[in-house]
């Protein structure tokens, strides 16, 4: 149910944890500058929705998360932070670890909790995770449809990201969309939603690695949950 002591329904307070966040030194020191900022969860370049004149990640500034954050009287706030181990992402830990050093660094009392996955379930499905965050990848569609259900709606949701009438209202009318340029503008409206009032704390998104002779070329395929090989062929001389 509703809890007026949750300071994550402040939207200071979430605008100062992304502006905590410096994705650039994620991307240097994590992924060896192999990925991209990212800019609202789930959305990424070429996906259904995308912008580039309205989606731009958020700017790296603890000052002004120190700011947000005693203008809204949050200043010493406590949060955790839940992580489980979660296939092909073997980055989790240390995203955690890095997410709760920024944190702590604007005056948030973060700590980080390190779970097994069905406990980290358990705890979101029974929505005992209010006033904190869980941290967790999953990949990008081209069209994400049906997670703006699963995974957005207040009561319908498995996840429950948010409750917000404004989104609920858009899930079904997403569903229902048949016309393709219908149904980006109803992404690209949620998406907005979303960016502008900080509800996710969206982090760098790591790009696909292939290792090849120099002989060879290769085009990569993006699937639902791998990057795989589409083509590949010898160079042509």
Same mark, same amino acid.
């Given at each position: 149910?509703?809890?007026?002591?949750?300071?994550?329904?402040?939207?200071?307070?979430?605008?100062?944890?992304?502006?905590?966040?410096?994705?650039?030194?994620?991307?240097?020191?994590?992924?060896?500058?192999?990925?991209?900022?990212?800019?609202?969860?789930?959305?990424?370049?070429?996906?259904?929705?995308?912008?580039?004149?309205?989606?731009?990640?958020?700017?790296?500034?603890?000052?002004?998360?120190?700011?947000? !954050?005693?203008?809204?009287?949050?200043?010493? #706030?406590?949060?955790?932070?839940? %992580?489980? $181990?979660?296939?092909?992402?073997?980055? +989790?830990?240390?995203?955690?670890?890095?997410?709760?050093?920024?944190?702590?660094?604007?005056?948030?009392?973060?700590?980080?909790?390190?779970?097994?996955?069905?406990?980290?379930?358990?705890?979101?499905?029974?929505?005992?995770?209010?006033?904190?965050?869980?941290?967790?990848?999953?990949?990008?569609?081209?069209?994400?449809?049906?997670?703006?259900?699963?995974?957005?709606?207040?009561?319908?949701?498995?996840?429950?990201?948010?409750?917000?009438?404004?989104?609920?209202?858009?899930?079904?009318?997403?569903?229902?969309?048949?016309?393709?340029?219908?149904?980006?503008? !109803?992404?690209?409206?949620?998406?907005?939603? #979303?960016?502008?009032?900080?509800? %996710?704390? $969206?982090?760098?998104?790591?790009?696909? +690695?292939?290792?090849?002779?120099?002989?060879?070329?290769?085009?990569?395929?993006?699937?639902?949950?791998?990057?795989?090989?589409?083509?590949?062929?010898?160079?042509?001389?």
């Amino acid at each position: 149910g509703y809890d007026a002591s949750n300071p994550l329904l402040d939207l200071r307070v979430r605008k100062a944890l992304n502006l905590a966040i410096n994705q650039q030194e994620i991307i240097d020191a994590i992924f060896a500058g192999v990925a991209a900022p990212g800019l609202v969860f789930e959305l990424w370049p070429g996906n259904m929705g995308y912008d580039a004149a309205l989606f731009k990640p958020y700017p790296y500034d603890p000052e002004t998360a120190r700011q947000l !954050l005693r203008d809204a009287g949050k200043a010493g #706030m406590s949060i955790e932070l839940y %992580t489980a $181990p979660q296939a092909g992402v073997t980055e +989790l830990k240390e995203l955690g670890e890095a997410v709760t050093i920024y944190w702590n660094a604007v005056g948030v009392k973060a700590k980080l909790v390190n779970v097994d996955p069905v406990t980290l379930t358990g705890l979101r499905l029974d929505r005992r995770l209010a006033g904190n965050a869980y941290l967790f990848f999953l990949p990008a569609l081209p069209d994400s449809s049906r997670r703006f259900v699963s995974q957005w709606h207040s009561t319908k949701g498995a996840r429950n990201f948010g409750s917000d009438p404004r989104i609920d209202e858009i899930g079904p009318a997403v569903l229902a969309a048949v016309d393709s340029k219908e149904k980006a503008r !109803l992404h690209r409206e949620a998406y907005k939603i #979303m960016y502008d009032d900080y509800l %996710t704390v $969206p982090l760098p998104q790591p790009g696909p +690695l292939w290792a090849h002779v120099p002989e060879i070329e290769y085009s990569p395929k993006r699937l639902q949950y791998t990057n795989e090989v589409a083509t590949i062929r010898p160079k042509a001389r």
